[in-house]
């Protein structure tokens, strides 16, 4: 069964990191595409950031480049996310995704709320 396990969000102040991460299960993670996306209250998904397999490319979008570095640990078969000067704009839930076999999964999130 294909698992994706987000962790590390919280309530942090404007200004402020924070490092999320997800764990794969389930599937070949050192293969796969990885993507960060977010969610904010009342807003649709927002693709936020790719990895390929190996870590050597990456991509982000244009509200969080500079800020935002996406890594990956294939022998843990982790996805990081690292957040620095965050706004309250950043507020969402973050989630992973990767296409197994043609179709997206995605974890159930965590919540990011950047509030003073």
């Known amino acids: 069964e294909v698992q994706l396990v987000e962790s590390g969000g919280g309530l942090v102040q404007p200004g402020n990191s924070l490092r999320l991460s997800c764990v794969g299960s389930?599937?070949?993670?050192?293969?796969?595409?990885m993507n960060w996306f977010r969610q904010a209250p009342g807003k649709g998904p927002e693709w936020v950031s790719r990895?390929?397999?190996?870590?050597?490319?990456?991509s982000y979008a244009k509200s969080v480049k500079g800020r935002f570095i996406i890594s990956r640990d294939n022998a843990k078969n982790t996805l990081y996310l690292q957040m620095s000067n965050l706004k309250p704009d950043d507020t969402a839930v973050y989630y992973c995704?990767?296409?197994?076999?043609?179709?997206?999964?995605r974890g159930q999130g965590t919540v990011v709320t950047v509030s003073s």
């Open positions: 389930g599937f070949t993670f050192g293969n796969s595409i």
């Open positions: 995704t990767t296409d197994v076999l043609g179709t997206t999964r």
């Open positions: 990895i390929n397999n190996d870590g050597r490319m990456t």
